[in-house]
Nanobody, 124 residues
Framework: VHLAASGGGSVQSGGSLRLSCAVS????????MGWFRQAPGKEREGVAT???????TYGLPVKGRFTISQDNAKNTLYLQMNSLKPEDTATYYC???????????????????WGQGTQVTVSS
């Protein structure tokens, strides 16, 4: 599975960005996809996940502000980020796995394929 993330950038606090992740190389029916982020000096954090049934999970810091979605026709995963805060500054990674053992923001270790990351910087 190959993942290619894009859409990062620099915005002011309160602004919005939409991240995209093009997915290729997987055709199974069961899967989990998600967004994770890592800021300098901090551990990786789960942002949002979505599975093949459309079930979503969100990390508490982003709940109500971020929305994960997928376009199966385009094989693309999205993360709409609204009301951005300086603490959202991080490198964002998309990840995926077929038939994962779990699919939630705490289950990054269960996802076997990772994209290259895209930088999001939010200034105050």
């Amino acid at each position: 599975v190959h993942l290619a993330a894009s859409g990062g950038g620099s915005v002011q606090s309160g602004g919005s960005l939409r991240l995209s992740c093009a997915v290729s190389g997987y055709s199974g029916r069961r899967y989990c996809m998600g967004w994770f982020r890592q800021a300098p000096g901090k551990e990786r954090e789960g942002v949002a996940t979505i599975d093949s049934d459309g079930t979503t999970t969100y990390g508490l810091p982003v709940k109500g502000r971020f929305t994960i979605s997928q376009d199966n026709a385009k094989n693309t995963l999205y993360l709409q980020m609204n009301s951005l805060k300086p603490e959202d500054t991080a490198t964002y990674y998309c990840a995926a796995a077929g038939r994962p053992s779990r699919c939630d923001v705490g289950g990054g270790h269960a996802l076997t394929s990772w994209g290259q990351g895209t930088q999001v910087t939010v200034s105050s």
